[in-house]
């Protein structure tokens, strides 16, 4: 019995170190600011709109901040080391049918590439590197949409802009990654909206819209209030306030895009200004080039 007693004694002081180590594991992931959507009814409870809701931050193709590279895995990974936040990305189809996560048609601006993306294998693009957004070679690779998706699931939810992938391929890709209830399709006509509606009906949409009335044809098709969200434009404007009331007396989300107007501005009180001014005016989602500068902005509302 002693004998045993001395066998076990190491094996509970290896215990007694490893649980502060588990301790502070669970610890860090209870703060981490990833979120996680099992099912597409959860995403839809993330969106839910009322009237202190707090504000969702979209990052624009991920973040320029840091010097990383937009549309990149390393910029959503470091936007989460510092904020909650979705993404709004880029899917691109290659030569050879990749779906790649890439912004522009052609290579110049992003990469140290030239010419066309679709003019390249997912394999010959590998020899690239992306740009940061002051022209600088990262260590990065244009990622592929199903590496993205793979990284993301537990982390954070992607709004899918529509470049040249058919709306059939995006879907078909979802579906194949188990991705429903974090993939969110930015949707610009009514005809684009039915496709993924008829689709799958429990899904959650990105619509772009300047107009009541067009608002009433998405409720007309019969998505519901409460698997929308509305991309109202690049600045606040006043003639689009009935606009946003309609939006806000069906308890939907708007978001202003800051990446082409206040995120312009020269200076970073200038911009902090103008993304609380967002708040302040109704919109409940800012997506922006800066998503950590919005949250520390936003950090400074008023309650």
């Known amino acids: ?26 610890k860090a992931e209870s703060n981490s600011n990833y979120l996680s959507f ?7 409870e993330y969106f839910k709109y009322h009237e202190n809701a707090k504000p969702i931050i979209q990052g624009h193709r991920g973040t320029v901040e840091n010097e990383l590279p937009e549309n990149s895995i390393a910029a959503f990974e470091y936007v989460l080391e510092h904020t ?13 049918s990749v779906i790649v996560v890439f912004h522009d048609e052609t290579l110049e601006r992003t990469t140290n590439g030239k010419g066309k993306l679709i003019d390249y294998t997912w394999e010959e693009l590998q020899q690239f590197n992306l740009k940061d957004d002051k022209g ?20 954070t939810a992607f709004i899918l802009d529509k470049k040249n992938v058919p709306l059939h391929l995006t879907a078909n890709i979802i579906r194949e990654k188990n991705a429903e209830s ?28 300047r107009s009541t009335q067009e608002f009433q044809n998405y409720l007309d098709l019969g998505i519901s209030p409460s698997q929308m969200f509305i991309a109202a434009g690049t600045t606040i404007k006043n003639e689009r306030q009935e606009l946003y009331d309609t939006i806000s007396e069906y308890k939907v989300r708007y978001l202003i895009a800051s990446a082409s107007s206040y995120d312009k501005l020269e200076t970073q009180s200038k911009r902090a200004e103008a993304y609380r001014n967002i708040i302040r005016n109704g919109a ?7 998503p950590i500068e919005v949250a520390h902005a936003l950090a400074g509302l008023p309650d």
Not at 38 to 44: E, G
Not at 136 to 155: A, D, F, H, M, Q
Not at 284 to 290: F, R
Request: glycine share 2%.
């Open 1 to 26: 019995m002693h004998r045993k007693q001395l066998i076990m004694k190491p094996f509970y002081i290896f215990l007694l170190i490893l649980l502060p180590v588990i301790s502070n594991a669970q």
């Open 284 to 290: 409940s989602m800012i997506e922006s080039n800066y």
């Open 84 to 96: 909650e936040a979705i993404f709004e990305i880029d899917p691109r189809l290659t030569r050879d």
């Open 38 to 44: 099992p099912t597409p009814n959860a995403l839809h």
């Open 182 to 209: 974090f993939t969110i399709p930015l949707v610009r006509s009514v005809e684009e909206a039915s496709f993924y509606y008829e689709d799958n009906n429990a899904r959650m949409f990105s619509i772009s819209l």
């Open 136 to 155: 600088n070679p990262t260590k990065y690779k244009i990622p592929s949409l199903s590496e993205v998706l793979e990284w993301g699931r537990g982390k």
